[in-house]
C-alpha cells in the first residue's frame, strides 16, 4: 500500500469553526479513497515504492475564482479545483527521476461547498468527504469529461463515499 501524504493548508478561518475536526476528517477521506483506488484500479503512480504527497488548500470563493478565471477561463467560483502533477502517460519515465511524488493540488472553496450543501440538504462534513474524494480521484488520473468515464468515476465516489458512510450524492436517497 502506498504511503500518501496530505498537506493541508486552511486559508479561510470558517473551514476550522464549522469543521474543527477537518484535518481528521480528511485523513479519514484520502485513507478511503486511496485504499478503494489501489484495490480496484490498475494506477500505476499507486504502485510506485514512494511516498506520494497530495496538496489541500481549504479556501474561498475569491481565490477559487480567480484560479478558475486564470486556468480555466471560468470567471466565477467553483466548489472544487484539482491540478494534477503527474504526466500518466509519462509516468514510468518521471518515477525513475523523482524521490517523492508531488501528486498535485486539489482547492475547495468554502462559501460554494456550503451554499451547496444547503441547497443538497446534507451535512456540511458530507459535502466536504465528496468532494475531497472528487480531488483525490482526479488527482490519481480519473476524469469525467465522457458520459463513459464519468460514470466510472462517479461509481468510484459512490464506493468511497459508502465505505465512510455517507449516501450517494448523485442518488435519490439525499
Known amino acids: ?11 479561510e478561518e470558517c473551514w476550522q469553526k464549522v469543521l474543527p475536526d477537518v ?5 479519514k477521506v484520502k485513507n478511503a479513497a486511496v485504499d ?12 510506485a ?23 480555466r477561463g471560468k470567471d466565477k467560483p467553483t466548489n472544487v479545483l484539482t491540478f494534477a502533477n503527474v504526466d500518466f502517460a ?6 525513475e ?8 493540488n486539489i482547492i475547495i ?5 456550503q451554499k451547496e450543501a444547503d441547497i443538497e440538504k446534507i451535512t456540511l462534513e458530507a459535502h ?14 480519473f476524469d469525467h469529461i465522457e458520459d463513459e468515464e464519468a460514470e466510472y468515476m462517479e461509481s468510484f465516489e459512490r464506493e468511497i463515499l459508502h465505505n465512510l458512510g455517507i449516501a450517494d450524492p448523485y442518488g435519490a436517497e439525499n
Do not use: W
Open 1 to 11: 500500500m502506498p504511503q500518501v501524504i496530505l498537506d493541508i493548508e486552511i486559508e
Open 23 to 27: 484535518l481528521q476528517i480528511a485523513e
Open 36 to 47: 478503494y483506488v489501489f484495490e480496484n484500479a490498475d494506477i500505476e503512480v499507486l504502485k
Open 49 to 71: 515504492n514512494k511516498p506520494l504527497l497530495i496538496s489541500v488548500c481549504l479556501s474561498d470563493d475569491e481565490h477559487v475564482r480567480e484560479l478558475n478565471r486564470d486556468f
Open 90 to 95: 509519462d509516468f514510468k519515465a518521471e518515477n
Open 97 to 104: 527521476v523523482f524521490g517523492e511524488i508531488d501528486l498535485g
Open 109 to 113: 472553496a468554502y462559501e460554494t461547498m
Open 128 to 141: 466536504f468527504c465528496h468532494l475531497l474524494t472528487h480531488g483525490i480521484l482526479h488527482i490519481l488520473g
